[in-house]
């Protein structure tokens, strides 16, 4: 099936460095969302990107999605111990069922306080 | 409060035995969906339903069952068939079922074989 491939698996820092996940697909995707899911929590929406090249921010956090909508990075500059946790990307393939999110296998930062 | 409600928490399966999963939405929300959770596997889609009384196989739907008979309850049984059933399951639900739409989480629920 189509799959959405995250790297890294692991990532992790110290307090203060930035930290970058990457997503990518072989087909053009529709829209992607990113999620942040807490240890021994549930995923939480983060946001979403619709647009060939868009850049959203959101405070420390900068999303891009790329300009052939087959890629998408998540950049976290000056990470803090809150931002501990799994992010997940899911993308909707183009020419999919329109009802589908193909979710990545996540990035699991740790940060050193 | 607004949201999703899973139970329970933690849930074991003997051999052979049939379990149900409860998800319970109260943000009027048409689609519900059931993933699977393993580590370092990320979510995987079992089931989801667009509205009431209709659902649709997900990648791995092979030994679960659903029912949508209610806009609000969307419950999952992990059947004697599927094998390797340990897993943290997650429902989740969103507005419509058109994949731009934010997916809203439960706290999932933690099955284990005894």
């Known amino acids: 099936g189509q799959q959405v491939m995250q790297i890294p698996q692991y990532q992790h820092v110290q307090e203060g460095e930035d930290f970058t996940t990457y997503c990518n697909s072989s087909t053009t995707l529709s829209n992607i969302q990113w999620y942040k899911q807490r240890p021994g929590g549930h995923p939480v929406f983060l946001i979403q990107l619709v647009k060939s090249g868009e850049v959203k921010k959101q405070k420390r956090l900068t999303f891009q999605f790329g300009e052939a909508k087959k890629n998408s990075s998540l950049h976290i500059t000056a990470t803090q111990t809150t931002d501990v946790g799994t992010y997940f990307c899911a993308g909707e393939h183009s020419g999919g069922s329109n009802y589908k999110l193909t979710f990545g296998k996540g990035t699991l930062l740790t940060v050193n306080p | 409060d607004g949201g999703i409600t899973q139970s329970p928490k933690y849930l074991f399966r003997k051999e052979g035995q049939n379990v149900t999963l409860s998800c319970e939405q109260n943000?009027?929300?048409?689609?519900m969906y059931w993933y699977r959770q393993d580590p370092g596997q990320g979510l995987r889609l079992i089931y989801y339903s667009q509205i009431v009384n209709d659902f649709q196989k997900g990648d791995i739907a092979e030994g679960y069952s659903v029912s949508r008979e209610k806009k609000e309850s969307f419950p999952l049984t992990v059947t004697s068939a599927q094998k390797n059933p340990t897993a943290f399951y997650l429902c989740?639900?969103?507005?419509?079922?058109?994949?731009?739409?934010?997916?809203?989480f439960g706290d999932g629920t933690r099955l284990s074989i005894l």
């Open positions: 943000l009027n929300h048409d689609a």
């Open positions: 989740a639900s969103s507005r419509t079922g058109l994949s731009n739409q934010p997916q809203h």
